[in-house]
């Protein structure tokens, strides 16, 4: 069954770190460009940072310098490192292949920024 499940999500105070995980069972990971998308409430889904299928990163204008994004693909896992955490960065994470093939979304992991 094709599936992916998001975690690492939380509250964390402004300032604060979290790491999310993305892990995928089905095909194509690896040859996947793969992305991490959040929905904050009240708007669209958005892609926030993808990921090459060989590693190489491109994040938006809003997280630059302060997320990482990192893929296992022998373990079909990606990951979000988030620091210095806002508020404008609550919202759901999702994550997903940023073009081609597209596996189902996932339940997503709540991030909430809040002191």
């Known amino acids: 069954q094709v599936q992916v499940v998001e975690s690492g999500g939380g509250l964390v105070q402004p300032g604060g770190s979290l790491r999310l995980s993305c892990a995928v069972s089905g095909p194509f990971f690896s040859t996947l460009e793969m992305g991490w998308y959040r929905q904050a409430p009240g708007k669209e889904r958005e892609l926030v940072a993808r990921i090459s299928r060989n590693g190489s990163p491109t994040y938006t204008d809003t997280i630059q310098g302060r997320f990482t994004i990192a893929r296992d693909n022998a373990k079909k896992t990606m990951y979000l490192q988030m620091n210095a955490l806002k508020p404008d960065d609550t919202g759901v994470y999702y994550c997903?292949?940023?073009?081609?093939?597209?596996?189902?979304w996932g339940q997503g992991t709540q991030v909430t920024v809040s002191s």
């Open positions: 997903n292949s940023w073009s081609g093939f597209r596996y189902p």
